[in-house]
């Protein structure tokens, strides 16, 4: 199976242009739902706030799981300042550097938006002398409202107040030789991914196993995927960003197969057919531990589900940052991901 590479990136784009941080996801997974309805597969809204959609299969007593979280990094307002600027408190496991310049948005309670730039108090080498010097943190990183605000009384004015989402812009871009550079490829290429594949099954006729694609909403804070898990699952894939840096195997070229990662090993078996499968389809891979990692499926064994449980997904460069994948690994995740859903049962 090889799929058109043109509908994952249709699907990146749409997304990634859709603010979701962790605890506002309402809107993108309304989205999605919209936009896939016309499948006719059951989907389900949990109380939790994540889409679950269900593909029946030959087999109903044995189910599966696949997921991808549509949940990004972003933060919340924490403090209005004297000065019309905005303190930040991070949502999810990235550091300040990463967001130093960029663009953002500001939702406000009553569905207003606010943009601004992500700047360091003592930005200007024209005036601070040691402000390549010192730390990027809440103390010194504040947000630049696009308003004529002077002070904190101003900004209320705007609607603004403690506790409002804030958005990174995703800066997506498609090169001519295949890469995608931007924000949130973790995990909405993963997600597209996904979504790319309901159409293709539902041409190519029924799964072995019925399956369940959750669209999980809460990754990136710990708890995404781990419940509204049917009690027939019996094995549980995460489909993620696989990290690429110093002394990693995983590359932008081929789908990543973790082994372990924060948590722990993933199933031995599970790795082992997911591996059996790329070598028999040819799909380019790699297996790999992600040392400060943690998923979907760990969350759920955490969580107590007994299912087997696997990690994989597409290669992306500078996770947490402004990040960057190419089509090549779009394209063996995908594969793999389609080989996996036609296969038996792991055996062990």
Request: aromatic content about 8%; charged content about 20%; overall charge negative.
């Amino acid at each position: 199976m090889k799929m058109e590479t043109d509908a994952i990136v249709r699907w990146i784009d749409k997304l990634v242009n859709i603010p979701s941080p962790s605890g506002f996801t309402a809107t993108i997974i309304h989205q999605i739902e919209k936009e896939i309805q016309s499948l006719g597969f059951p989907m389900t809204k949990t109380n939790k706030g994540l889409l679950r959609v269900t593909v029946p299969g030959e087999n109903e007593h044995v189910h599966r799981v696949v997921t991808a979280h549509v949940d990004t990094l972003g933060a919340m307002v924490k403090e209005m300042k004297a000065n019309g600027r905005l303190v930040m408190s991070l949502i999810g496991g990235f550091r300040f550097h990463a967001i130093e310049g960029e663009y953002c948005t500001i939702h406000t309670m009553e569905g207003k938006a606010y943009t601004g730039t992500i700047v360091m108090h003592e930005s200007s080498v024209h005036v601070y002398k040691d402000a390549g010097e010192l730390p990027r943190d809440e103390q010194h990183m504040e947000i630049r409202i696009d308003e004529k605000v002077q002070t904190k009384e101003e900004v209320m004015e705007l609607g603004i107040q403690v506790g409002d989402f804030i958005s990174f812009d995703p800066r997506f871009s498609y090169t001519n030789s295949g890469f995608i550079k931007s924000r949130h490829l973790d995990d909405k290429a993963s997600v597209a991914i996904l979504l790319s594949l309901l159409p293709v099954i539902k041409e190519n006729g029924p799964l072995p196993y019925t399956t369940h694609f959750l669209i999980s909403n809460n990754e990136e804070i710990g708890f995404g995927g781990n419940s509204s898990i049917p009690t027939e699952t019996v094995e549980f894939l995460a489909v993620d960003m696989g990290a690429i840096g110093d002394g990693q195997a995983t590359d932008e070229y081929t789908v990543s197969i973790c082994a372990k990662d924060s948590s722990g090993p993933y199933h031995f078996g599970f790795r082992k057919q997911l591996t059996d499968l790329a070598k028999e389809r040819h799909i380019p891979y790699q297996v790999d531990i992600y040392p400060y990692y943690g998923s979907d499926a760990s969350s759920a064994m955490r969580a107590g589900v007994d299912v087997k449980h696997a990690l994989i997904g597409p290669g992306i460069d500078a996770s947490h940052s402004y990040e960057r994948t190419h089509v090549d690994s779009l394209q063996a995740t995908a594969q793999l991901v389609y080989a996996y859903l036609y296969s038996p049962l792991i055996e062990g």
